[in-house]
């Protein structure tokens, strides 16, 4: 079973300036042959059909737990585009011409499906696909896809990074790029253990340069690029056998991380987007049917989620009274 928190996994800046675009590039890391459902799918369905796991427990458990990971990583994606939408389709509901701008939009399925957000497809619409799963049952051969899947996935990422220059997407290919280079090594050295060749001697690319990266600084400095969590209290112990020695370019030891996951941070409650009738086209109206069940469950008058910006605080709420000023009009 699977345990949720709410929190990220790493920050996201707040809503800056809308980036339609840009977000349906974002997109094929999202639901792309090599996006975040792809490596997710791919180590969940590895995981859950796996045999003999006793048998070959620290190569069960590193499959297992960077599943984990990878849900969470769908979770960062889908944020950040989610951020990137925020204000491209603004404005009242039924208001002739709210959505006008959406005709330039490379991506109208996540306005007209979707409420300004994230759907389940790549970078040009078509949706993720059950195909981009492989999961035959021999763990070396599904191992050896894996990180081939790592290494498309991040020669996308810096691809996103580069035609991308909003900062919730430069911010979100930071991690990712220092993240999926931990799963690469990951399945690298659970191969070497195997049968005793190098991927990263066979097939050394992509050459990604997250030393020179900006955004991938703070993630580096933390050690975010050495580490392998369990994300739960008990299990998955025996990945320590597999994901040990010397990290391959800076010599630094490897390590699973003694905390159960990543401190992360808090989401920004991004704001409706009426027009769109997200989440409905009458914002106060749910707020206030949300407020009496609280009060007739004894809940706190104050909501118990933890956010980025607690309400009347922040960019958040600035950016929110700017739309709402901007609809009036
Ligand atoms: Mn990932
Ligand atoms: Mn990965």
């Not at 975040?36 to 297992?64: C, H, I, K, W």
């Not at 944020?79 to 204000?87: D, K, Q, R, W």
């Not at 050394?204 to 209290?233: A, M, N, V």
Request: charged share 25%; hydrophobic share 40%.
């Amino acid at each position: 079973m699977i345990m949720r928190l709410d929190r990220l996994q790493a920050e996201i800046p707040p809503p800056s300036d809308p980036d339609p675009n840009g977000a349906s590039i974002v997109q094929e890391l999202l639901g792309g042959k090599f996006g975040e459902m792809s490596t997710f799918m791919n180590y969940t369905y590895q995981s859950f059909n796996f045999r003999n796991r006793q048998g070959a427990r620290p190569f069960y458990d590193l499959v297992a737990s960077i599943a984990a990971e990878e849900f969470g990583h769908i979770e960062l994606v889908a944020t950040a585009i989610n951020t990137m939408l925020t204000g491209a389709g603004d404005g009242k509901a039924g208001k002739r011409g709210a959505l006008r701008g959406l005709k330039d939009a490379r991506n109208a399925q996540e306005f007209l499906a979707g409420g300004a957000s994230a759907v389940v497809q790549d970078s040009m619409g078509k949706p993720w696909n059950g195909d981009y799963v492989n999961a035959t049952g021999d763990l070396i051969g599904d191992l050896t896809w894996n990180f081939f899947l790592e290494t498309g996935a991040r020669n996308n990422k810096l691809k996103v990074y580069e035609a991308v220059d909003h900062p919730a997407a430069r911010a979100l290919t930071g991690y990712l790029l220092v993240r999926g280079g931990v799963h690469q090594i990951a399945y690298a050295r659970a191969l070497e253990n195997l049968t005793g060749s190098k991927m990263e001697k066979l097939f050394p690319s992509p050459r990604i340069p997250t030393d020179k990266i900006p955004e991938c600084q703070p993630h580096i400095k933390r050690g975010e690029h050495l580490k392998l969590y369990r994300w739960s209290p008990d299990d998955f112990k025996e990945l320590a056998a597999v994901f040990n020695g010397p990290h391959p370019e800076t010599g630094e030891e490897l390590e699973v991380a003694e905390e159960i996951h990543p401190e992360g941070a808090p989401a920004f409650d991004l704001p409706a987007q009426e027009a769109v009738f997200a989440p409905g086209p009458d914002v106060g109206e749910i707020e206030e049917i949300a407020q009496k069940l609280r009060q007739s469950a004894g809940l706190p008058k104050e909501p118990t989620g933890v956010v980025a910006n607690p309400k009347g605080k922040g960019k958040v709420a600035k950016a929110k009274k700017a739309v709402k000023a901007k609809a009036k009009k």
